[in-house]
């Protein structure tokens, strides 16, 4: 995995800086994260909906430690004190994705002294976007994300030990739960093959409903229960290859209940697919 900051510095450079996977946190960067401050990493764009938009999603539901916001410069003068963590929005592509495609995802990392901000423990990193895919695309879900990365970043601390936590794939342990929830997905986010309800039945008989993003809005706003949304992240627009990435998240307690991606192409579509389906119904 190749990632690079979304830092004033590096903005022209976009994903020039390669760099290997981020270290797992240790015993002791699971301490020092209990203790830090989280500095919520923002565009230097005054207008960014971005800064709007986790702004309101970290007020309402960052909890696990106290927090500010400072701007992208001060995190390159902040981010070697360990006395801090940080939420900082990233820019990454995969090494067998051939299709150049890059993505944003949001990263909550630990400050170290180490040269390389590729160095800097890793506590979690969740996809939001394909890069430069209107903030719409994600925003409305931010605070289920939020809630999301707290709850992995205890699991972190907690369990230190366990470097399976590096892997979203963690979580398809809890596939079995599944049954007796409702998914909700948006039409967009289903490849053409299952694009009904009833397409949908074939391959998967528990509960399932298509809907508009607002319905997957108000689940999120109400933390409704025994519910789960499909969170997708694929190519966007006229670009037709790169990676999908498939993830169902509860909107009551905000645990992950699978990850799953692919490369996109002319077998396999930019989203939910029945090999998908077939995996949450064997259980």
Same mark, same amino acid.
């Given at each position: 995995?190749?990632?690079?900051?979304?830092?004033?510095?590096?903005?022209? !450079?976009?994903?020039?800086?390669?760099?290997?996977?981020?270290?797992? #946190?240790?015993?002791?960067?699971?301490?020092?994260?209990?203790?830090?401050?989280?500095?919520?990493?923002? *565009?230097?764009?005054?207008?960014?909906?971005?800064?709007?938009? %986790?702004?309101?999603?970290?007020?309402?539901?960052?909890? &696990?430690?106290? !927090? $500010?916001? %400072? $701007?992208?410069?001060?995190?390159?003068?902040?981010? @070697?004190?360990?006395? !801090?963590?940080?939420?900082?929005?990233? %820019?990454?592509? !995969?090494?067998?994705?051939?299709?150049?495609?890059? /993505?944003?995802?949001?990263?909550?990392?630990?400050?170290?002294?180490?040269?390389?901000?590729?160095?800097?423990?890793?506590?979690?990193?969740?996809?939001?976007?394909?890069?430069?895919?209107?903030?719409?695309? /994600?925003?409305?879900?931010?605070?289920?994300?939020?809630?999301?990365?707290?709850?992995?970043?205890?699991?972190?601390?907690?369990?230190?030990? @366990?470097?399976?936590?590096?892997?979203?794939?963690?979580?398809?342990?809890?596939?079995?739960?599944? @049954?007796?929830?409702?998914?909700? &997905?948006?039409?967009?986010?289903?490849?053409?093959?299952?694009?009904? *309800?009833? $397409?949908?039945?074939?391959?998967? #008989?528990?509960?399932?409903?298509?809907?508009?993003?607002?319905?997957?809005?108000?689940?999120?706003?109400?933390?409704?229960?025994?519910?789960?949304?499909?969170?997708?992240?694929? #190519?966007?627009? &006229?670009?037709?290859?790169? @990676?999908?990435?498939?993830?169902?998240?509860?909107?009551?307690?905000?645990?992950?209940?699978? /990850?799953?991606?692919?490369? &996109?192409?002319?077998?396999?579509?930019?989203?939910?697919?029945?090999?998908?389906?077939?995996?949450?119904?064997?259980?």
């Amino acid at each position: 995995m190749k990632k690079a900051f979304l830092i004033a510095l590096l903005v022209l !450079f976009a994903l020039a800086a390669a760099a290997q996977q981020r270290p797992y #946190p240790t015993v002791d960067d699971a301490e020092k994260f209990r203790t830090s401050e989280t500095c919520v990493v923002l *565009e230097d764009n005054q207008l960014s909906f971005y800064n709007a938009e %986790i702004k309101d999603a970290v007020n309402k539901c960052w909890k &696990v430690t106290p !927090f $500010k916001y %400072i $701007k992208e410069t001060e995190f390159n003068v902040t981010r @070697t004190d360990p006395s !801090f963590s940080f939420i900082v929005l990233t %820019i990454t592509n !995969f090494s067998n994705d051939k299709s150049g495609s890059a /993505y944003d995802f949001l990263n909550l990392l630990l400050g170290a002294d180490v040269e390389n901000l590729d160095e800097l423990p890793e506590f979690c990193a969740i996809p939001l976007s394909f890069a430069g895919a209107p903030e719409e695309e /994600y925003s409305y879900k931010l605070g289920l994300i939020i809630r999301f990365m707290q709850y992995h970043a205890d699991l972190v601390i907690q369990n230190p030990a @366990t470097s399976a936590l590096r892997y979203l794939k963690y979580y398809n342990k809890n596939v079995p739960e599944i @049954t007796g929830k409702t998914i909700l &997905v948006r039409a967009e986010d289903l490849a053409p093959e299952i694009s009904t *309800e009833e $397409k949908i039945r074939a391959y998967y #008989p528990n509960k399932v409903r298509i809907v508009e993003e607002e319905e997957i809005i108000t689940a999120i706003e109400e933390k409704q229960k025994d519910v789960l949304i499909v969170h997708k992240v694929g #190519p966007d627009g &006229v670009k037709q290859t790169g @990676t999908c990435m498939k993830m169902l998240i509860g909107t009551d307690d905000a645990i992950m209940y699978y /990850y799953d991606s692919h490369l &996109v192409d002319s077998k396999n579509a930019n989203g939910l697919l029945i090999s998908d389906l077939r995996r949450l119904a064997r259980f």
